[in-house]
T-cell receptor, first 114, second 115 residues
Framework: DQQVKQNSPSLSVQEGRISILNCDYTNSMFDYFLWYKKYPAEGPTFLIS?????DKNEDGRFTVFLNKSAKHLSLHIVPSQPGDSAVYFCAASGTNFGNEKLTFGTGTRLTIIP | KAGVTQTPRYLIKTRGQQVTLSCSPI?????VSWYQQTPGQGLQFLFE???????NKGNFPGRFSGRQFSNSRSEMNVSTLELGDSALYLC??????????????FGPGTRLTVL
C-alpha cells in the first residue's frame, strides 16, 4: 500500500517558468512532510520541509504548500533553472512512527528545457 | 565535514549468495537509516539504528538485517539473495536529537545487482 503517492512520473517545464510537483498521502498520522532532490549517481539531498501545523513554507525559489484536508502537498519552483533538472521525492514522517522513518513517494523526474 | 560514505559503490552477486554493505555516517551523527530504492517502488525504509540498537524497522523479510558499531558505522546484510533484491541501497545519517524531525543526510548508495 503506497501511503505517499506522486502520480506524475515526469514533468517538463521551460526555463524561467514555474514548476509544480504534486504529492498525495493517505495516512493522517503523518505530521511532517519533506521534499528531496536526487541527481543520478548521488544520494537524495534535502530541499524543503513543512510541519502539519503550517500550510506554507518558503525557502528562496522553493515553496511547499500543504492542504491537510485534501491530504495533498505541492512543491513550487519559481523561476525554474536548468540545474533544477533532477528527480524529486516527496516524503513523510510522523512522531508516532519514529521521526527517522521516512515514507517516500516514487518520485517525479523534472526536466527544465532551456 | 565529510559526508555519508557507502562501500562498495557497486556489487554483483548471484542468487543464493549473501552480501554485506557498509555505511559510515557524518561525524557526530549517531543515527543510521537504510533504504532500498527500486524503479517501481521508490525508496523504502529498511531499518534505523541508533546507539547500536535497532530503533525502527520497515516491512522487509528477515533476510535483511543490520547492525551498528560503537563508532556509529553501520552494516547491512542480505542473505540468500533473490533477483528482486537488485536495487540501490541508500543509507542516511542524522543527529537524532529529541523532539521532532532531524535532517537526514544520504550517502551515494550501493548499487547491488543479483544475477
Amino acid at each position: 500500500d503506497q501511503q505517499v503517492k506522486q502520480n506524475s512520473p515526469s514533468l517538463s517545464v521551460q526555463e524561467g517558468r514555474i514548476s509544480i510537483l504534486n504529492c498525495d498521502y493517505t495516512n493522517s498520522m503523518f505530521d511532517y512532510f519533506l521534499w528531496y532532490k536526487k541527481y543520478p549517481a548521488e544520494g537524495p539531498t534535502f530541499l524543503i520541509s513543512i510541519s502539519s501545523i503550517k500550510d506554507k513554507n518558503e525557502d528562496g525559489r522553493f515553496t511547499v504548500f500543504l492542504n491537510k484536508s485534501a491530504k495533498h502537498l505541492s512543491l513550487h519552483i519559481v523561476p525554474s533553472q536548468p540545474g533544477d533538472s533532477a528527480v524529486y521525492f516527496c516524503a513523510a514522517s510522523g512522531t508516532n512512527f519514529g521521526n527517522e522513518k521516512l515514507t517516500f513517494g516514487t518520485g517525479t523526474r523534472l526536466t527544465i528545457i532551456p | 565535514k565529510a559526508g555519508v560514505t557507502q562501500t562498495p559503490r557497486y556489487l554483483i552477486k548471484t542468487r543464493g549468495q549473501q552480501v554485506t554493505l557498509s555505511c559510515s555516517p557524518i561525524s557526530g551523527h549517531r543515527s543510521v537509516s537504510w533504504y532500498q530504492q527500486t524503479p517501481g517502488q521508490g525508496l523504502q525504509f529498511l531499518f534505523e539504528y541508533f546507539s547500536e540498537t535497532q530503533r525502527n524497522k520497515g516491512n522487509f523479510p528477515g533476510r535483511f538485517s543490520g547492525r551498528q558499531f560503537s563508532n556509529s558505522r553501520s552494516e547491512m546484510n542480505v542473505s540468500t539473495l533473490e533477483l528482486g533484491d537488485s536495487a540501490l541501497y541508500l543509507c542516511a545519517s542524522s543527529l537524532r536529537t529529541s523532539g521532532g524531525w532531524n535532517e537526514q543526510f544520504f550517502g551515494p548508495g550501493t548499487r547491488l545487482t543479483v544475477l
